[in-house]
């Protein structure tokens, strides 16, 4: 079980370049490139890298794979992400298996566009789900982060609902991410506030966050998250990501180091 007390007063940098990022335009790497990234985050010492997507390519499996096994002696959390399935999840925990500290992160919407549109699944079914892939991602690994994508735009309630039955099954993160951009710094405090306050089992692990720039909000969003609880923030170098990009590691970090206090 995760230290939660041990990262109250710290906050936890998960840099996802090497996946989120390399879903910017124009910024596909290459094996060699993806490692090249790495080994100067290890230098930079973040706290976690997201490696990439093992699933989606024979590529990115060896590249994350490879990344894990880099990362023996330098404390860094290599995480591989996955979907709420049973093969990406197995792929992930192949991939990560060799990392000093190895993570899956594993994902499923909970909005109602989500579920109607691209998921086609009932709420209940989402919840099933959430249960079996949380608990076959903890026979792998002791750490587990489950994200609701799309989160700021899903029923506050369900949510809480999906983020507890996670805790139940293991999880050690939660993150809400603004997946399309399209919350406010205000908005967002409310609704880590009201995560914190009634996921079951919440004391337990930590909140994380994950932004986009879609409308210019990404860094704020994120720093008023950590102002609201959360201790991960899910960011990248220069701001990289798809469409707009992602949080950029660097204003955050700076950030907090100058207004930390705050």
Do not use: W
Not at 29 to 52: N, S
């Amino acid at each position: 079980e995760i230290n939660v007390g041990a990262v109250e007063d710290r906050v936890i940098v998960f840099d996802t370049t090497l996946r989120d990022g390399e879903q910017s335009p124009g910024a596909t790497l290459t094996a060699d490139e993806k490692l090249e990234v790495a080994d100067a985050l290890f230098r930079l010492k973040v706290d976690v890298i997201e490696a990439g997507f093992p699933a989606a390519s024979p590529g990115d499996f060896e590249a994350v794979r490879e990344i894990a096994r880099r990362s023996k002696g330098t404390g860094v959390t290599v995480a591989g992400l996955a979907r709420a399935n049973k093969t990406d999840i197995e792929r992930a925990a192949q991939a990560v298996a060799e990392a000093e500290k190895p993570r899956i992160h594993t994902f499923i919407a909970t909005s109602d566009i989500h579920l109607k549109y691209k998921l086609r699944m009932s709420r209940e079914e989402v919840i099933d789900r959430v249960r079996e892939a949380v608990t076959l991602a903890k026979s792998f690994v002791d750490d587990v982060e489950f994200s609701c994508e799309d989160a700021t735009r899903s029923d506050k309630d369900f949510m809480v609902e999906v983020f507890s039955v996670a805790v139940e099954c293991g999880a050690t993160t939660l993150n809400i991410p603004d997946t399309v951009g399209y919350t406010t710094p205000f908005e967002y405090f409310e609704l880590i506030t009201y995560l914190k306050e009634n996921i079951r089992g919440a004391e337990n692990v930590i909140l994380s966050v994950h932004c986009h720039d879609d409308l210019g909000m990404a860094t704020a969003n994120t720093l008023t998250a950590v102002k609201a609880g959360a201790r991960q923030v899910e960011v990248t170098i220069n701001g990289i990501g798809e469409r707009a990009g992602n949080t950029s590691l660097e204003e955050v970090v700076m950030a907090l180091e100058t207004r930390g206090s705050e």
